[in-house]
C-alpha cells in the first residue's frame, strides 16, 4: 500500500491501482507528469484533454497542494496529482506497459559537473520510463539545458527508445504543443528549448 502525502487527508492506494476505477471518470488513456511544479501544463492537459487521465507527481508539497486545489476548483476530475518522489512512487503506481506517455519538462539542471548524477533522467529512470509506457507509448521531454538534451537523447536511446526524429535528433515544437508554466517564459523570451519525443519501440529488440 502506498501513501500520497495530502495535507489535508492522506489517501491510500493500492499497489498498481486501477486507476481508470479509482478515479472513476472512465478514462482510457493513462499519462504521467514528472515534476508538474506549478502546474501550467497539468491544469491546461486537464482542461483539454478531459477524456484522459493524468498523474502529476511532484516533490514539493507546497507546489503539488496548490495545484491540486487548482484542479479540484476547476473539477478537473481526471487530473491526480500526487507529492513525492516519482522515482520512487512511479514504479508502485504504475504497472509495466500501461502509460501511453510520460511528460518531462525542465527537469532541474543540477549545473555543476559533480552533482549532475542528481539528474532525473539517469540510466535508473530511462529503463523505468521505457517499461512503464506501453508498446508505442510517448516520452516527451524538454529543457532549456543544451548539455542535459545531449546527454538525455544519447541516454535514451542508449536505452532502448526510438528517437521519432531521427537518431540523436531533436524535435520541432509542435505549435498545438501545451507549454509548461517554465516553458511559457521561454515562448516569450524565444530562448532556445531542446525537445525530445521518443516512442517505446512497438516491436521488442
Ligand atoms: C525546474 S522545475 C520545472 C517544473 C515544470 N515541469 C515546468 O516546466 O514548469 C522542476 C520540478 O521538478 C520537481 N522534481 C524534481 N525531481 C523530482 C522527482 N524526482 N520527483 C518529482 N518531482 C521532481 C521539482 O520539485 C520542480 O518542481
Redesign the pocket.
Given at each position: 500500500m502506498i501513501f500520497s502525502d495530502r495535507d489535508e487527508a492522506p489517501i491510500a492506494l493500492d499497489l498498481h491501482p486501477d486507476w481508470v476505477e479509482t478515479v472513476g471518470t472512465g478514462a482510457r488513456d493513462l499519462e504521467l507528469?514528472?515534476?508538474?511544479?506549478?502546474?501550467?501544463?497539468a491544469l491546461a492537459f486537464a482542461a483539454r484533454h478531459p477524456d484522459r487521465l493524468l498523474v502529476a507527481?511532484?516533490?514539493?508539497k507546497k507546489?503539488a497542494s496548490d495545484l491540486r486545489e487548482r484542479a479540484e476548483r476547476r473539477g478537473h476530475r481526471g487530473l491526480v496529482v500526487l507529492t513525492?518522489?516519482?522515482?520512487?512512487?512511479a514504479p508502485r503506481l504504475f504497472p509495466a506497459g500501461s502509460l501511453a506517455a510520460v511528460?518531462?519538462?525542465?527537469?532541474?539542471?543540477w549545473w555543476k559537473r559533480r552533482h549532475e548524477r542528481r539528474r532525473?533522467v539517469d540510466d535508473g529512470m530511462s529503463t523505468l520510463i521505457l517499461r512503464l509506457l506501453r508498446p508505442g507509448g510517448l516520452l516527451d521531454f524538454?529543457t532549456d539545458v543544451e548539455r542535459y538534451a545531449r546527454d538525455a537523447v544519447e541516454r535514451l536511446e542508449q536505452a532502448g527508445f526510438e528517437n521519432l526524429a531521427g537518431a540523436g535528433k531533436f524535435a520541432e515544437r509542435d505549435p498545438d504543443e501545451i507549454p509548461?508554466?517554465?516553458?511559457k517564459r521561454y515562448l516569450a523570451t524565444g530562448q532556445p528549448v531542446w525537445r525530445l519525443r521518443l516512442g517505446r519501440p512497438r516491436e521488442a529488440r
Open positions: 507528469e514528472v515534476g508538474s511544479g506549478h502546474g501550467g501544463y507527481v511532484e516533490q514539493r507546489f513525492g518522489d516519482a522515482r520512487l512512487l511528460h518531462v519538462h525542465f527537469p532541474d539542471p532525473l524538454r509548461s508554466t517554465r516553458e
